[in-house]
């Protein structure tokens, strides 16, 4: 089967940088999304790792360890916008395009 | 590019009614998935569409059901209601889900269902 497990909540200040993790178990990985859902809104996609290492898009950058299950998603110079659910998805072979989601890591940010 | 839209937004409903919930993807695209967003279990696959075939199907109850229209619009529909169906119904439009550039899913706004 599938397990996704993340943080159920962080807190950050402003212009910091926060790391959310997230460890998977699958039996055929296919790509791991993150995703970033504020509230009552829909989620959007952020970024795509498909292959071990960082993927970098501005201020956000994600992380893959295949042989770990990890990956993390790093957001440099927070802002209050940034406050939202991020929610880590993999895809499983098995599972064909269907995503698997974690139950999602909520962000605070503080000035 | 509109992006993925549903319909309707909200619906209030009683056990044991029944529902059809609908999305229109974003134009091109090919794939619909249907996912559940509850507080509790976080959001789980329903099922997914392609060119008007079921390709995917969660681990959801027979009560759950969708279809797929030659121009790419889906509809889910859920029968006998029950209190626990109350969720956000979230769809996904996918433009070439079989590749690995590109294979995003793109999620319209959802529409809050409400079993009362």
């Known amino acids: 089967g599938q397990n996704i497990d993340q943080p159920t909540e962080m807190t950050a200040t402003e212009g910091a940088i926060v790391q959310i993790n997230c460890t998977y178990q699958t039996s055929g990985f296919n790509g791991l999304f993150w995703y970033q859902q504020h509230a009552g809104e829909a989620p959007t996609f952020l970024s795509y790792?498909?292959?071990?290492g960082l993927e970098e898009k501005g201020r956000f950058s994600s992380f893959l360890s295949r042989s770990k299950g990890y990956s993390y998603l790093l957001l440099k110079e927070l802002q209050m916008k940034d406050s939202a659910s991020y929610l880590c998805?993999?895809?499983?072979?098995?599972?064909?395009?269907?995503?698997?989601f974690g139950k999602g890591t909520t962000l605070s940010v503080s000035s | 590019k509109a992006g993925v839209t549903q319909t309707p937004r909200y619906l209030i409903k009683t056990r044991g009614q029944q529902v059809t919930l609908s999305c229109s993807p974003i134009?091109?695209?090919?794939?619909v998935s249907w996912y559940q967003q509850t507080p509790g279990q976080g959001l789980q696959f329903l099922f997914e569409?392609?060119?008007?075939?079921?390709?995917n199907k969660g681990n959801f109850p027979g009560r759950f059901s969708g279809r797929q229209f030659s121009n790419s619009r889906s509809e889910m529909n859920v029968s006998t209601l029950e209190l626990g169906d109350s969720a956000l119904y979230l769809c996904?439009?996918?433009?070439?889900?079989?590749?690995?550039?590109?294979?995003?899913?793109?999620f319209g706004p959802g529409t809050r269902l409400t079993v009362l």
């Open positions: 569409y392609f060119s008007e075939t079921q390709r």
């Open positions: 134009s091109g695209h090919r794939s």
């Open positions: 998805a993999v895809r499983d072979q098995q599972a064909g395009t269907a995503l698997i």
């Open positions: 790792n498909v292959l071990d």
């Open positions: 996904a439009s996918t433009y070439n889900p079989g590749l690995a550039e590109g294979n995003e899913q793109f």
